[in-house]
């Protein structure tokens, strides 16, 4: 299993990014995966998670309304576009397999919101 994450980065309070999370060694399309995050000092944190063919994703509350999940199977490739960003939001992200918050997860990538 690999999983690499990539565009995060510096960006103002109400901005906006999107994360990818390019997936190999497994087949991607049966599986549902979830976007999870950390903050400094802080545990890791669920934010979405989308089913296998993409057709249903929760949020959690703290991102709802801001951000989506989304995923292009025949690339292989899970997205987070998160608009509306918040200081608060400042946090490395990591894509999962899975729905559990505690599978197999990537580098991460660093989203650092401030002005």
């Known amino acids: 299993v690999q999983l690499v994450e990539s565009g995060g980065g510096l960006v103002q309070p109400g901005g906006s990014l999107r994360l990818s999370c390019a997936a190999s060694g497994f087949v991607f399309s049966v599986f549902s995966m979830t976007w999870v995050r950390q903050a400094p000092g802080k545990g890791l944190e669920w934010v979405a998670t989308i089913n296998a063919d993409g057709r249903s994703s929760t949020h959690a509350d703290s991102v709802k309304g801001r951000f989506t999940v989304s995923r292009d199977n025949a690339k292989k490739t899970l997205y987070l576009q998160m608009n509306s960003l918040k200081t608060e939001d400042t946090a490395m992200y990591y894509c999962?397999?899975?729905?559990?918050?505690?599978?197999?997860r990537g580098q991460g990538t660093q989203v650092t919101v401030s002005s």
């Open positions: 999962v397999l899975g729905s559990d918050i505690r599978g197999s």
